[in-house]
């Protein structure tokens, strides 16, 4: 191997074993809901096209006040008049020019006053303003989807945590019936009626993980988590339902500190300046302009350059434009009309957050009621359950009567988990109507 070719290999590996390093820096080694959004609002594509998106704005701002700046410009050019023109003086015909031309022209041109400058520098900061309030609503909307589908892989594991201790309760009931039935005291029917029981639980277990996948997947997507790496979330139950029980409904909606108001309001500004633009068109476009001309001629290439004769000039150009048929009044009904028109806009948003929120917080305290009454039930359940187990192992109940308690004691366990979550999730869209949610 020569040493051109070790060389390769080894910047080959520096560079593999630099991206292998900035990989796993970027993947989480304990993914809390904190750290899975704070992830996505660093990672998702959407949320950083909307930082290019504020740069390209910025640019574009700065593109239009340069206009305001100096503009210098450059003109060379070089003519052969191979056929020089012809003029009678007296009464002979003379030749007038020479056979080789050539001219260099500096132009500085300067800019006083021109009404799409001050278009651009009077909006100016409320076009960074919106860009960046569209980049807030995209985070917004990135932090409630990831904070669901977070909830959503949580409560599939807990609900196949309550599967895998269904199953340790069936499997003990299965083997009771079971030494019973070998005993003589039952039928085989109940030892029957545990093995279906048990192999439903399993097969449930066994769905609930394939869809644990699936959202695990939404919420790597959601994220921009790679799909080939682990994702271990971490959570503490206890600390999620204490957020959950902490949200005011007491709280009345203000719209201002809704993001997609507050975007409205930047727009509907930016209509203003437009209209003021078009009103504006009667006014002149004033500049200042100066010229320095290097001229040469010569019959003779060669000599083309030997002696130049310059000229300057410096003046000032004013435009006012006089008569444009109807084009500005035209211009200015439909900039006015187009302000009428977001004012419908303001109505329709006040009646959509008024009942988005509505809705939120109906659904926020309908599930939260619910949340107790299941809570309620689940020990009732536990309770009832203990009872008939210990009654069926001393032949007092059938086992038809444990089968229906440890359902209940399920379904119990169940509702009160869908119950906590749902509070979960309508804790964000609660959050999401008032304008409160963290970003």
Request: net charge positive; proline share 1%.
């Amino acid at each position: 191997m020569n040493v051109m070719k070790k060389i390769e290999i080894l910047i080959f590996l520096f560079f593999a074993g630099r991206a292998f390093s900035q990989t796993r820096a970027s993947l989480l080694s304990h993914a809390s809901l904190d750290s899975c959004v704070q992830y996505a609002l660093r990672y998702q594509p959407s949320v950083n096209q909307s930082l290019i998106d504020e740069q390209i704005a910025s640019r574009e701002i700065k593109s239009k006040l340069a206009d305001w700046l100096p503009q210098i410009n450059l003109n060379a050019n070089y003519t052969n008049n191979f056929l020089l023109q012809k003029t009678v003086f007296g009464s002979n015909v003379i030749s007038i020019g020479s056979f080789n031309a050539s001219y260099a022209q500096f132009i500085l041109n300067q800019t006083i006053f021109d009404r799409d400058v001050l278009l651009a520098r009077t909006s100016a900061n409320d076009v960074r303003l919106e860009f960046k309030q569209l980049t807030v609503n995209t985070r917004i909307a990135i932090v409630a989807a990831v904070s669901k589908a977070f909830y959503d892989v949580l409560l599939t594991l807990k609900q196949i945590d309550l599967i895998s201790e269904d199953i340790v309760l069936l499997e003990r009931s299965y083997r009771d019936a079971y030494n019973q039935y070998k005993g003589g005291i039952v039928d085989k029917t109940d030892f029957q009626r545990a093995t279906i029981t048990l192999n439903n639980a399993k097969s449930q277990k066994r769905t609930a993980e394939e869809q644990l996948k699936s959202k695990y997947a939404t919420l790597k997507l959601l994220m921009s988590y790679p799909q080939d790496q682990s994702l271990e979330i971490v959570y503490d139950s206890a600390q999620l339902m204490d957020q959950a029980l902490a949200v005011d409904t007491t709280l009345q909606v203000d719209y201002n500190n809704r993001i997609e108001y507050q975007l409205l309001l930047t727009q509907k500004r930016l209509l203003e300046y437009n209209l003021r633009y078009y009103k504006w068109g009667y006014l002149p476009t004033l500049s200042a302009f100066g010229q320095y001309n290097l001229n040469y001629f010569s019959n003779q290439f060669e000599k083309l350059y030997s002696v130049n004769y310059p000229t300057a000039s410096a003046g000032l150009t004013l435009s006012f434009p006089i008569f444009q048929g109807t084009k500005r009044s035209q211009q200015v009904r439909m900039a006015e009309l187009q302000l009428n028109r977001i004012d419908y806009d303001f109505f329709a948003m006040k009646d959509s957050i008024s009942a988005e929120y509505t809705q939120s917080l109906s659904s926020y305290k309908s599930n939260l009621a619910n949340y107790f009454v299941q809570k309620d039930n689940l020990a009732l359940a536990r309770e009832v359950f203990e009872i008939i187990r210990l009654q069926y192992s001393h032949g007092v109940k059938t086992y038809l009567d444990v089968v229906t308690a440890n359902n209940d004691l399920f379904n119990a366990q169940i509702n009160l988990v869908n119950a906590a979550f749902q509070v979960l999730i309508n804790k964000i869209d609660v959050q999401r109507s008032l304008g409160t949610l963290r970003y």
